[in-house]
Antibody, heavy 121, light 108 residues
């Protein structure tokens, strides 16, 4: 059974940094791309970033480009999102999501339950 | 960036009725790389349809997807009470990946 467990969310002040983590199990982690997708309270889904199976190809939404960095550690079956210069509009539930194929230009076939990032001074 | 526009915003139908949800793209979606997801309140989304018309594992055949180019449709042939949810389309053919704004399906 595929399991994706996010952690690292919490309260962060505008302009500060936060690092999200995702522990994956139940599938061969280094065969698949991974994504971060977020959902602001009461709003729709927004793709944030994707990373290929070997970290060789990465993509970002324009809204986070230059501020957020996605990475993965295949030895630890883990995905990360380093969030710098956090803004009020970054407040959302952040989902870790498994890609359907190895390249990041792919759909999501499994989702975690999310970790909440709250931005407030 | 490909902008996906979903309509209607809300759909209110009775059990057994047919639901037709639309997803329009601002540019052609390459290779029909379009997916549909269902999200029930308080839960993470789940995959329904990929490559515009292929059902994901375990999805009942009352759910079907169609379309190509810039116009895509999700059809629920006979609504069940458990189909009450928000439905999102997503394109994954062009960077950045984008989602539509969602259609809320309410069962009367």
């Amino acid at each position: 059974e595929v399991q994706l467990v996010e952690s690292g969310g919490g309260l962060v002040q505008p302009g500060r940094s936060l690092r999200l983590s995702c522990a994956a199990s139940g599938f061969t982690f280094d065969d698949y791309a991974m994504h971060w997708v977020r959902q602001a309270p009461g709003k729709g889904l927004e793709w944030v970033s994707g990373i290929s199976w070997n970290s060789g190809s990465i993509g970002y939404a324009d809204s986070v480009k230059g501020r957020f960095t996605i990475s993965r550690d295949n030895a630890k079956n883990s995905l990360y999102l380093q969030m710098n210069s956090v803004r009020a509009e970054d407040m959302a539930l952040y989902y870790c999501a498994k890609g359907y194929t190895s390249g990041w230009h792919t759909l999501v076939d499994y989702w975690g339950q999310g970790t909440l990032v709250t931005v407030s001074s | 960036e490909i902008v996906l526009t979903q309509s209607p915003a809300t759909l209110s139908l009775s059990p057994g009725e047919r639901a037709t949800l639309s997803c329009g793209a601002s540019q052609r979606v390459s290779s029909r790389y379009l997916a549909w997801y269902q999200q029930k309140p308080g839960l993470a989304p789940s995959l329904l349809i990929y490559d515009a018309s292929s059902r994901a594992t375990g999805i009942p055949d009352r759910f079907s997807g169609s379309g190509s180019g810039t116009d895509f449709t999700l059809t629920i042939s006979r609504l069940e009470p458990e189909d009450s949810a928000v439905y999102y389309c997503q394109q994954y053919g062009s960077s950045p990946l984008t989602f539509g704004g969602g259609t809320k399906v309410q069962i009367k």
